[in-house]
């Protein structure tokens, strides 16, 4: 009788591989499931020059990384923009590798008992079937922004996409147990598209057909904040793990090891904790937009004139690579920005956002609205103004603004003046009413990892069924 043997094999991009590394983790708690971690070699290389994840997984025997190559040149910059040509490259150079591995049985490998990959690698099915082994789909991204990508053919025969006028604020009425809620411009940013035949829009309707051909759907979310999608799920896909928010489950499970645990793809400028530690309590707003948003040089001087002008402490990252065209020429940062900078804010290439937002000093959370930053978020009660860039990002910062409350959905705009007010708005005036919000949101995040919570009893019953998934 094999052991319970599974694949794990993410989108290559920080939030996805983070999230998958957690899971990855939590499985490996328990012995007789063996893990094998599938990473492209450039996200692999990544991990090893900027965190400790080689030695936190050493302490696994039954745990193994494999690396395979994702097709594309090494100095492709995997940004935002280049999203479309690292799927492509997956499909292309790096699915027929996986293909071999899942279906290579050999005496001494033992093949896998069960395939857990990315939502948006549709080959996944037909190598499931070949293999004969269920497949899991871990869609990494929110589950209200899943379910409005398998509204899309639903939108385009009711002839709601692409949009007619140029009106964003229309409400749109076929995404079911949505309406009145998503107004055009909280769609994910692709239904913006005058021409449906982009690529994009093709896989996300091709990546709707396969998903329900899953066995499961494992989604990191909890039933206290997106009850009423996940039951509209369960109706199309009756299995549902829910087992998030991930970090914060995996933070129940290994509160033995005080050390925060770190997927960055980037080095981690630990001096912001030393800069937060000379702080007041929820005095300071922190300032990311994950690691594939990007945005002009115009933008970025906005940003800083707004929260300058908002007189508000702020911990800002500024990614290496995210503001188009700095590397060419530099701004003339003008004197006033640098001298109040100097007094009220921190700027760090990257920062352990983890370990920041559960940091007592921080009172607010200017994020461009991706999954795993927002769901770090809502479990540290931290309010948000929301900036989405593109895909899921619409959907979660509507989810934020108007559904839960938690924050302001600052989409589509990005001008000194509202910037400051919004930060104004969460950091002083509303100060209270958001933080009460966000700290009921976030006790109940905690009771769902907790013994018999929701995402605790699923993280069990899928632990079972992998260990009853055996050849
Ligand atoms: C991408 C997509 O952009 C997002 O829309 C989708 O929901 C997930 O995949 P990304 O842009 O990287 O994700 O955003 P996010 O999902 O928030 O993941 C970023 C991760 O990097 C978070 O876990 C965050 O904690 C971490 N991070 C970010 C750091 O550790 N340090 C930083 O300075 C910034």
Redesign the pocket.
């Known amino acids: 009788m094999a052991v319970p043997h599974v694949f794990i094999f993410p989108l290559p ?4 591989v ?1 999230c998958m590394l957690k899971l990855a983790e939590l499985l490996c708690l328990h012995q007789e499931i063996h893990v094998t971690f599938i990473n492209t070699e450039y996200i692999h290389q990544r991990l090893l020059n900027y965190t400790d994840v080689l030695i936190r997984f050493a302490k696994y025997p039954n745990f193994k990384f494999v690396t395979i190559p994702d097709g594309l040149p090494e100095d492709n910059p995997r940004n935002g923009e280049q999203v479309g040509k690292i799927i492509e490259g997956v499909e292309k150079v790096s699915s027929p590798l996986f293909r071999e591995m899942v279906m290579m049985t050999t005496t001494n490998y033992c093949a896998p008992t069960c395939l857990i990959v990315d939502g948006i690698f549709t080959f996944a099915v037909d190598i499931a079937k070949d293999a004969k082994i269920p497949l899991l789909y871990f869609d ?3 589950p209200c922004a899943i379910w409005t990508y398998l509204a899309v053919p639903k939108l385009i025969e009711d002839g709601e996409i692409p949009f007619k006028g140029n009106d964003l604020d229309a409400l749109v009425n076929s995404v079911s147990g949505m309406e009145g809620v998503m107004r055009r411009r909280d769609l994910p940013s692709y239904c913006r598209a005058t021409d449906l035949d982009i690529p994009i829009i093709q896989h996300i309707i091709k990546q709707g057909k396969h998903i329900v051909q899953a066995q499961a759907l494992i989604l990191n979310t909890f039933e206290a904040l997106e009850g009423p999608i996940l039951s509209q799920f369960r109706a199309l896909c009756p299995n549902i793990y829910a087992i998030g928010p991930l970090h914060t489950q995996m933070k129940a499970k290994l509160a033995s090891q005080s050390l925060p645990t ?1 997927n ?1 793809l980037w080095k ?1 400028d630990m001096s912001c904790i030393d800069w937060l530690n000379k702080q007041p309590n929820k005095s300071v707003l922190f300032v ?1 937009i ?4 990007t945005m002009s040089k115009a933008q970025f001087l906005e940003f800083w004139y707004g929260l300058v002008n908002s007189k508000t402490r702020f911990l800002w ?1 500024q ?1 290496p690579g995210s503001i188009i065209g700095l590397e060419d020429d530099d701004i003339n940062v003008p004197m006033e920005l640098v001298e109040s900078t100097k007094e009220r804010g921190c700027i760090v290439s ?5 370990e920041v937002l559960a940091h007592p000093s921080i009172g607010g959370f200017l994020t ?1 609205c ?5 769901l ?1 978020s809502i479990a540290e009660g931290v309010p948000m103004i929301c900036w989405p ?1 593109f ?3 619409q959907v979660n910062s509507r989810y934020v603004g108007e559904v839960w409350k938690l924050g302001l959905d600052m989409k589509d705009v990005c001008d000194r003046a509202t910037i400051e007010r919004m930060v104004i708005e969460v950091m002083d005036v509303k100060k209270i009413e958001f933080l009460e919000r966000a700290k009921q949101m976030s006790n109940l995040a905690i009771a769902s990892v907790g013994e018999g919570g929701a995402s605790y009893q699923d993280l069990e019953r899928l632990i079972e069924d992998i260990r009853l998934m055996r050849i």
Do not use: F
């Open positions: 991009l920080q939030g996805p983070n990494t991204i929110s770190s960055s981690e990311s994950g690691s594939l948003a990252v990614r990257w920062a352990p956002q983890e461009h991706g999954w795993n930053s927002t770090e860039y895909v899921d990002q």
